[in-house]
């Protein structure tokens, strides 16, 4: 059965949340229908909606920027003549003065299922704003692309807070966005007027190619669902000195440094047997990014079996290897991360500097992991009266 988005659900079955109310759209090129429309255009052009104002997040409304983190600053829209707010920019939140003369306040952005994708913060800071000012905040439900069952990694350590993790979450945490502002709203005690419009036809079991939507990059360094599925765990290379495969055309499946022996590195890979995984020996030379424009040995990672991969086992392994195989060269890089936060990148990305203690102390994946199974049964637990499907 083919899958409904939230913003299909809504303009269908839901119009009357809408309907004669001078509203603002949180956006991305994702955010579109079955049919390839964009949210903005849909709305702009329906007769019965009043379409005010977009706000664009990390990466822009309609993809402006391309690298990691480079900011953006607001413009109008050519195609609608709306003024279009960067909440990735001077302003993470938005501000009263944006959300002037709005009544409702809709997001409708596709995430990844990665505590550290941006996105869900700028939910979170938008329901927040939404609540200082008493308007609704709605939000149009998507999948997540890389199922809504399985969970993984350490949960946040508030100490380590930050734009690329404002709550205790899991790194894998298995929850649709409606889900987690769900989430956000009760557990972490925002306080919106909050609605989610459900999707229909969504089993948590699937993966994005299983629900007959189709894909649109949601950044421009998640380009396939196979990048997002191994996103969880290579991200954590941004921590560090090595490429996390940024600047080439396989973007988080391809990951190396200028001293690592490809070779070497496959065979100290394949005495981990990690699950549902084949890592195959490559050269690479990335076009921007760290490294660019040297030639870098390392890997790609090609997923045999999602069902029982471990995205982030898997990055914790390919961590320890290249620390291990440094020759003198790996390091961690320094703070600051997302320009304010002042620990150490990797440490943020965990959400926890024991991981980092513990790659440096020798300790095996399987020995780290164990460490926070506890506080995973606690977030399952929690997570359980929020989810929707």
């Given at each position: 059965?083919?899958?409904?988005?939230?913003?299909?659900?809504?303009?269908?079955?839901?119009?009357?949340?809408?309907?004669?109310?001078?509203?603002?759209?949180?956006?991305?090129?994702?955010?579109?229908?079955?049919?390839?429309?964009?949210i903005v255009d849909l709305l702009h052009h329906h007769p019965s909606v009043q379409l005010a104002a977009v706000f664009g997040p990390q990466h822009g409304a309609?993809?402006?920027?391309?690298d990691n983190m480079i900011e953006w600053q607001g413009f109008r829209d050519e195609r609608t003549g709306l003024p279009v707010y960067s909440l990735y920019g001077e302003h993470r939140k938005?501000?009263?003065e944006m959300l002037s003369g709005l009544d409702l306040l809709l997001?409708?952005?596709?995430?990844?299922?990665?505590?550290?994708?941006?996105?869900?913060?700028?939910?979170?800071?938008?329901?927040?704003?939404?609540?200082?000012?008493?308007?609704?905040?709605?939000?149009?439900?998507?999948?997540?692309?890389?199922?809504?069952?399985?969970?993984?990694g350490p949960v946040l350590d508030p100490s380590y807070r930050s734009f690329v993790g404002l709550y205790p979450l899991p790194v894998r945490h298995g929850m649709t966005v409606g889900e987690l502002a769900l989430?956000?709203?009760?557990?972490?005690?925002?306080?919106?007027?909050?609605?989610?419009?459900?999707?229909?036809?969504?089993?948590?079991?699937?993966?994005?190619?299983?629900?007959?939507?189709?894909?649109?990059?949601?950044?421009?360094?998640?380009?396939?669902?196979?990048?997002?599925?191994?996103?969880?765990?290579?991200?954590?290379?941004?921590?560090?000195?090595?490429?996390?495969?940024?600047?080439?055309?396989r973007p988080f499946e391809f990951s190396g440094a200028p001293w690592i022996d490809p070779y070497r590195l496959v065979e100290e890979l394949s005495l981990l047997d990690l699950p549902g995984v084949h890592f195959r020996p490559v050269h690479f030379i990335p076009t921007f990014h760290k490294w660019a424009?040297?030639?870098?040995?390392?890997?790609?990672?090609?997923?045999?079996?999602?069902?029982?991969?471990?995205?982030?086992?898997?990055?914790?392994?390919?961590?320890?290897?290249?620390?291990?195989?440094?020759?003198?060269?790996?390091?961690w890089n320094d703070a600051p991360y997302e320009y304010e936060y002042q620990l150490l990148p990797f440490d943020i990305l965990c959400g926890t500097n024991r991981i980092r203690e513990q790659i440096e102390a020798g300790l095996p994946p399987d020995e780290i992991e164990n460490a926070w199974r506890s506080d995973l049964d606690s977030f399952l637990q929690t997570r359980r009266q929020c989810l929707l499907y």
């Amino acid at each position: 059965m083919k899958v409904k988005s939230g913003l299909e659900i809504l303009l269908e079955k839901k119009l009357d949340l809408i309907s004669g109310r001078r509203i603002g759209v949180i956006a991305h090129p994702a955010s579109i229908d079955s049919n390839y429309s964009h949210i903005v255009d849909l709305l702009h052009h329906h007769p019965s909606v009043q379409l005010a104002a977009v706000f664009g997040p990390q990466h822009g409304a309609r993809g402006e920027t391309q690298d990691n983190m480079i900011e953006w600053q607001g413009f109008r829209d050519e195609r609608t003549g709306l003024p279009v707010y960067s909440l990735y920019g001077e302003h993470r939140k938005p501000t009263p003065e944006m959300l002037s003369g709005l009544d409702l306040l809709l997001f409708d952005l596709q995430d990844v299922g990665a505590r550290y994708y941006t996105f869900i913060y700028t939910m979170a800071l938008s329901m927040e704003a939404c609540r200082e000012v008493g308007i609704d905040f709605v939000v149009l439900d998507r999948p997540n692309p890389i199922n809504g069952v399985d969970i993984e990694g350490p949960v946040l350590d508030p100490s380590y807070r930050s734009f690329v993790g404002l709550y205790p979450l899991p790194v894998r945490h298995g929850m649709t966005v409606g889900e987690l502002a769900l989430y956000f709203n009760q557990e972490m005690g925002i306080g919106c007027r909050l609605q989610v419009v459900q999707m229909q036809g969504w089993d948590r079991h699937h993966y994005f190619d299983q629900t007959g939507l189709p894909w649109i990059l949601p950044s421009p360094n998640i380009p396939t669902l196979d990048s997002a599925l191994v996103y969880p765990g290579l991200c954590l290379l941004e921590g560090t000195n090595v490429s996390e495969g940024r600047g080439t055309t396989r973007p988080f499946e391809f990951s190396g440094a200028p001293w690592i022996d490809p070779y070497r590195l496959v065979e100290e890979l394949s005495l981990l047997d990690l699950p549902g995984v084949h890592f195959r020996p490559v050269h690479f030379i990335p076009t921007f990014h760290k490294w660019a424009g040297k030639l870098i040995g390392g890997v790609q990672i090609h997923v045999v079996d999602r069902n029982s991969y471990r995205p982030f086992r898997t990055g914790l392994a390919l961590v320890s290897l290249y620390r291990k195989l440094r020759d003198g060269q790996f390091r961690w890089n320094d703070a600051p991360y997302e320009y304010e936060y002042q620990l150490l990148p990797f440490d943020i990305l965990c959400g926890t500097n024991r991981i980092r203690e513990q790659i440096e102390a020798g300790l095996p994946p399987d020995e780290i992991e164990n460490a926070w199974r506890s506080d995973l049964d606690s977030f399952l637990q929690t997570r359980r009266q929020c989810l929707l499907y």
